[in-house]
């Protein structure tokens, strides 16, 4: 008998956001993987160890996932992790795959998971609180309200966006390009706040484009409403 491989979201950064579910699993089974060569030096493991203090006794399973745009290099990381989770499956434990957030939003865990699935091994999914839900509710406000629509993008890609919708926009991966996503984000002529590092030690609260820094780190999440959608 195969093991199931779980994807499960360990929220965005403070351990006591992570679901009774998650908690369960992860004191339930013995290999836990997560994606990152250093398994201890992960931010994943980071949180979940706050909360399962178990963890650290676990079976660890380190899934290199590079920060890259090489589509070569990329794919063939996905097939080896995807094959790692393989073998230990074949032992007949099941797996259980740590990722931040939520697994359905912008997830290295979807990479291995249609490989595996493809392989015929079983896989399941098990909701975190996403990032920008936990953004919205540090700061103390709704993301939508009424009939407003709700535009959630990775900015990094789309530098192009004219943030012209009706609406609320979550701006995620800003990190990297972040002076450019500044001068969007200046001519939407929005309300902005963006949160470093939310629910982490090192978390920041940024209040207008102004104070944003343009060295600001891959955790940064901004809400960009209109200017009657109440920041």
Known sequence: MRGILYGVGVGPGD??????KAVRLIKENDIIAVPGAEVRETVAYKIAVQAVPELADKELLPIYMPMTHDKAELELN????AKALEAALDTGKNVVFLTLGDPTIYSTFSYVQKRVEADGYET??????????ATAARLNIPLTEWNQPLHVQPAVHRLDSELDQP?????????KKMNQVKEILAKSGRNIRMVENCGMPDEHIYNSVEEI????GYYSLIIAKEQDGGL
């Open 15 to 20: 351990p006591e956001l992570m679901t009774l």
């Open 78 to 81: 996905h097939e080896k992790g």
């Open 124 to 133: 399941r999914l098990v909701s975190g609180i996403t990032s920008f839900c």
């Open 167 to 175: 609406g609320t926009y979550v701006l995620m991966k800003s990190g």
């Open 213 to 216: 820094p343009d060295d600001a």
